[in-house]
């Protein structure tokens, strides 16, 4: 007698048979959602409760149900779909076909890199649905497109490696589903190496299938297998069957494809440009679909450079795109393309100027800024002083965002490489005046870095630069833009700097005083004073020597009474830092204040003539740049071990010494006060810890090459040091067809410490980068050579055969044993290449041997 059912079981299925009855179907959820769109979200909170609970069910139709509102959702309100992963796998085995497809697509929705680890669940029913066509003949033909594309989109490594042999069948079989296992190979070649030796096979023979949808769907796998980072080398054989569907495909897209994948194997092989130039340059004649008329343009202007009817036939392809005026975005793929052509053809950019200039006005926020990368692009020394101009004139009328980017690019270019593109300082230095006035200007720290740079670096150029200072300082409407602090601060620094260039220095005190400099910070109000009392030393010194400056006895006079009556105040100022200039100023005001009365006479006023000359004497050396890399140049004594120096100190110092000298107080305590002014908290250090410097002063005399001198004059001298003065040559710049405006004189000496510190070495611009030696490539080159005694594969006998690894170069370089022992089986093996000469080290394998010989000749 059968034993009675349990009352759970019972619960269970009562509550099953309730979730059946009552359930909403996806018509009625997709009724509510549009009937009510103001509570779409509580909607939609409630349909995911009832999914929660529904989902769980027994039966597989309610399940399905739940399962087909939750990708309903998920497709058109992005809900995760995660957490119900393992139960799309559990309708997988379904015998219905329309249940089978949806968990199908749930499955493909659900499971994503933090879920792939459940797949492996349906590795049995995924085997079972692939090769179902030939294991019943009963089944749907179509039942193995829904485990392909699940793999095409959320296959994992160790499904990959269990499901790859059951893609054979698929791959050499023509159907309609050989361009979807197509898709599922390449997921799976990408995911497992290892499966290289199954699948590559059959899916370079899909290269050449009689459906145009299977090599269309081959060729985007390769494409996309030596897209970078991955190595194209390995895909090198492969080109005689991928100029093969260049020639006879009629499919734009697969063209594209092609085409790129010969953008990377010509850098590689340069003699395939010669086979490739043909057809690209009838697809630029005859091809009426921009797409693949652009992807031409790319291909040549990057791979076939050398190529002149090609670069001919593609600038006259790139002026049909910027005359495009209905279409923005060819206009934009037309500036994009035209700036490959800047390193190589600068002609062709000059010939397109008025184009690219007139483009910077576009309303397409990206079509502008392509053209100012344009134009940035096509600037060289001969035409900077005519291209940077005019983009400072067009920064004037621009909005705020663009005028920026627009000074940005400007600065850049032109500080490149020491003012390599700068022939007139005059000129620049008047441009970097005219910029800080442009309106909304906010690259003031970049001005004030140049402007100051120059100055040091330039010495012909510091008249102008204080011309320009005095410009700067005199117009009191940019005391109020926070952004050109900083310029203003570097302006009031040459002035004092360089006074001596100044015509009128009076005017250049009344600038630095004037009322509004109280909106300046902190930090520009101290340069502001420390420039003044520069201006008065001069203007005493000259007023002594009589040098037949402007400066008199009336305009000492004014000055020391303006410097009186405007610092004075400022003495009692709360800022520390501009307290202490203003105090120096004053000190010096009252040591020259008898010279109003100097009645020239040397012995008679010889203490003002002292003062004067002491005052002098204080900026009388030079400041000059210092290198970036002046700390890399010291040399590193032999004998010197920070780690083992610094351990030493341990012995002299610990952290209980700081802790315990914190104990003992005495009236003749020495306090150190922390860098941080707002803190209050003080360490006092008592005889105690006074006592234990003898054993520091120890230490310095064991190690005392490592410590500075204690004597200021010797340290100061350490420190001022005369910088060299370098006369760099200008590095030949190319384009000698681009327009050249005459240079009415030589280019001033600029001081240049640290010579290559923006160079790009000419190695690095000609040695192409190599490319990661990744599984997947080696494993592919592996496959094409035949490697494990296997021989080459039939579809690359001609060319596997003639063609070395870059590997096996390697170990031939790195070890000589080595290198004796391979040439010794090679020869036992290999009769018949005797007589090659073995490669020199260094050289490439492509160097070395053709990679596809009979098909480049």
């Known amino acids: 007698m059968a034993a009675p059912p349990s009352s759970t079981t019972v619960i269970s299925s009562a509550s099953s048979l309730a979730d059946s009855l009552f359930q909403r179907s996806l018509d009625d959820l997709i009724k509510s959602l549009r009937s009510d769109p103001s509570s779409e979200s509580v909607i939609i909170s409630r349909a995911i409760s009832e999914i929660h609970r529904e989902i769980r069910s027994t039966d597989p139709l309610t399940k399905s149900i739940a399962l087909q509102k939750l990708t309903y959702l998920s497709s058109l309100y992005f809900t995760s779909m995660s957490w119900a992963a393992f139960h799309t796998i559990e309708l997988l085995p379904s015998s219905s076909l329309h249940t089978k497809r949806l968990a199908y697509l ?55 490696t269990h499901l790859a042999p059951d893609l054979v069948p698929l791959l050499s079989r023509p159907s309609p589903l050989q361009p979807k296992a197509v898709s599922a190979a390449y997921r799976v070649l990408s995911l497992c190496p290892s499966t290289v030796p199954v699948l590559f096979k059959p899916l370079v023979d899909c290269l050449s299938s009689d459906n145009p949808l299977t090599v269309s769907a081959a060729v985007g796998a390769f494409c996309e297998l030596s897209a970078p980072p991955n190595d194209p080398s390995p895909y090198l054989p492969l080109a005689p069957e991928i100029y093969r569907v260049l020639v006879n495909s009629r499919s734009n897209w697969t063209l594209i494809k092609v085409l790129k994948i010969f953008s990377r194997l010509v850098p590689l092989e340069p ?37 002149t009817e090609a670069i001919q036939l593609a600038i006259g392809k790139i002026k049909e795109l910027l005359s495009a005026d209905d279409d923005p975005n060819l206009r934009y793929l037309g500036l994009q393309t035209l700036r490959m052509l800047a390193p ?46 005019l983009l400072v004139k067009q920064a004037a009328k621009s909005d705020p965002e663009f005028a920026n980017e627009i000074l940005d690019s400007v600065l850049t270019s032109c500080a490149k490489d020491f003012y390599e593109l700068v022939v007139d300082f005059d000129w620049y230095v008047s441009l970097l005046g005219e910029m800080a006035r442009i309106p909304h200007c906010m690259k003031g720290d970049e001005i004030s870095r140049q402007l100051v740079d120059i100055g040091l670096r330039v010495r012909d150029a510091r008249p102008e630069l204080v011309r320009v200072a005095r410009e700067l300082l005199i117009d009191p409407s940019l005391l109020g833009n926070h952004f050109l602090y900083t310029v203003l601060s570097a302006a009031a620094w040459i002035s004092g700097e360089y006074v001596e260039f100044s ?67 400022l003495a009692e100022s709360d800022e520390a830092e501009v307290e202490d200039r203003v105090r120096n100023l004053l000190g010096a005001v009252r040591l020259v204040g008898n010279i109003k009365d100097h009645s ?49 100190l341990s012995e002299f110092i610990s952290d209980d010494d700081v802790d315990n000298a914190t104990q003992f107080r005495s009236k003749d305590s020495i306090l150190l006060y922390p860098r941080n002014h707002n803190a209050s908290e003080e360490v006092e250090l008592g005889p ?87 599984a997947l490539s080696g494993a592919i080159m592996d496959a094409l050579l035949g490697k494990n005694g296997e021989g080459p594969a039939s579809a690359f006998d001609a ?59």
């Open 106 to 160: 749930a499955a493909s929705l659900s499971i994503h890199p933090s879920t792939t680890d459940l797949i492996t669940l349906s590795t049995h029913q995924l085997h079972k649905d692939l090769t179902s066509l030939s294991n019943s003949s009963s089944s749907s033909p179509f039942l193995p497109s829904l485990p392909l594309q699940l793999l095409s989109l959320a296959a994992s490594p160790d499904l990959s």
């Open 271 to 307: 003699r395939l440009g010669s086979r490739v130039v043909e057809p690209i340059c009838q697809f630029l004649r005859e091809s009426q679909a921009k797409s693949l008329v652009l992807e031409c343009v790319k291909t040549v202007v990057t791979c076939l450079p050398t190529h």
């Open 344 to 389: 190589q053809h600068l002609w062709a950019l000059e010939e397109n100027r008025e184009v690219v200039a007139q483009s910077l006005i576009d309303p397409d926020r990206s079509i502008s800024c392509e053209a100012l990368r344009l134009m940035m692009a096509m600037t060289l020394q001969g035409n900077s002083v005519e291209i940077c101009t």
């Open 503 to 569: 015509k009128d220095p009076m005017e250049l005190v009344e600038a630095l005083l004037q009322p509004r400099t109280s909106l300046l910070p902190t930090s520009a109000r101290a340069v502001y004073i420390q420039s003044v009392l520069k201006v008065l030393t001069f203007s005493c010194n000259s007023y002594l020597e009589e040098s037949g400056s402007a400066v008199n006895n009336t305009v000492i006079t004014r000055m020391l009474s303006l410097i009186e009556m405007t610092v004075g105040p």
């Open 600 to 648: 020239g006479d040397k012995d008679k006023d010889g203490m003002i003539y002292e003062v004067v000359k002491g005052m002098v004497h204080l900026f009388s050396d030079e400041m000059g740049p210092v290198s970036t890399n002046a700390q890399k140049r010291v040399a590193v004594p032999d004998d010197l071990d920070l780690k083992e120096n610094l351990a030493d």
């Open 688 to 774: 105690t810890r006074l006592a234990e410097s003898t054993s520091l002063e120890e230490h310095r005399k064991r190690h005392g090459l490592y410590y500075l001198s204690s004597d200021k004059e010797a340290r100061e001298s350490e420190l001022t040091e005369d910088y060299p003065l370098v006369n760099e040559k200008l590095l030949p710049l190319n384009g000698d067809t681009a327009r050249r405006v005459k240079v009415t004189k030589p280019r001033p000496t600029v001081v240049k410490l640290d010579e290559g510190e923006d160079l790009k070495t000419s190695s690095s611009l000609s040695n192409k980068e190599e490319a990661k030696d990744d």
């Open 799 to 857: 060319s596997s055969s003639r063609q070395g690894t870059s590997k096996d170069k390697e170990r031939e370089i790195k070890s000589k044993k080595s290198e004796e022992g391979e040439s010794k089986n090679r020869h036992k093996g290999k009769r018949r290449h005797r007589h090659r000469k073995e490669p020199e080290p260094g050289v490439s394998a492509s160097q070395e041997k053709p990679v596809i010989q009979d098909f480049l000749l």
